[in-house]
């Protein structure tokens, strides 16, 4: 056997094994009958403590919307010209 080659089969990169997509798929089937019930329990909590509800909302968020990362460009791009932002 040549260095590098693999030999055998395996999984495809990024593709998630049987298993893990099988527990994804009976969550997200508990988290969609659950729907209402969560509705209902956050309602509840934001007539108490409106607060805590924004709390929560957005610790669920981070869920369902990627969190934005930090970047930086540092050095020449190679770019001529100006930039000119409206606001």
């Known amino acids: 056997m040549a260095l590098g080659r693999k030999t055998g089969g395996g999984s495809r990169k990024g593709i998630p ?5 099988d527990v994804r798929t009976v969550l997200s089937g508990f988290i969609e009958s659950k729907s209402a019930d969560v509705e209902q329990l956050w309602d509840r909590v934001a007539q108490r403590d409106p607060a805590k509800a924004v709390e929560l909302y957005a610790k669920l968020a981070e869920f369902i919307l990627p969190k934005l990362s930090r970047s930086t460009v540092d ?13």
Do not use: S
């Open 17 to 21: 094994n049987k298993a893990t997509r």
């Open 75 to 87: 050095g020449d791009l190679g770019i001529r010209g100006k930039l000119i932002i409206d606001g």
